[in-house]
């Protein structure tokens, strides 16, 4: 995927997401009494419906990001890999200090014939990973796929026995 391309992508998610319409506002209480009650006296308890009048609560960024994976693994399964690109990068954009995000979105990059955009990816989830030895062996492993790809055999070897061993 070019950087235009990206770009554009990116820039057509942020575009739709503002784009919605606002919720509507809620409704009033009736002003007529409610039937069976004498003005004056208290109400009868209406019975929980579980609506409080007030909004739903937002998602959690993990919450949201883990639902961007799932789509993004149903999209890349039924082989819309541009689809899984963008709830991966929206995945990203809620939480871009994940070394296992930066990690997918390289694979659906390697998936979709661009090993350089992949290992520029997988170099940022190492950078991000820590001490998380099995985010850092899958960025590499991805990295030398992308090595692979580009035909660079012998490079994506030496990366593969380096990290075959290493368990997270």
Known sequence: ????????????????????????????APAEPVSGHTPGTTAPEAPDTGQTGTPAPRPSPDQATLALLNQSERAAASGAIDEALVYAERAVRIDPRRADLWTRLAELELANQDPDTAIRYARKAISLAGSRA???????????????????????????????TVRG
């Open 1 to 28: 995927m070019t950087r235009d391309r990206i770009t554009v992508l990116l820039l057509v998610v942020l575009i739709g997401g503002c784009a919605t319409a606002p919720a509507p506002a809620p409704e009033t």
């Open 134 to 164: 099995d985010w850092t062996r899958d960025a590499w492993l991805v990295i030398a796929d992308a090595k692979e790809a580009l035909g660079e055999t012998a490079e994506a070897g030496e990366i593969r026995t380096r990290w075959a």
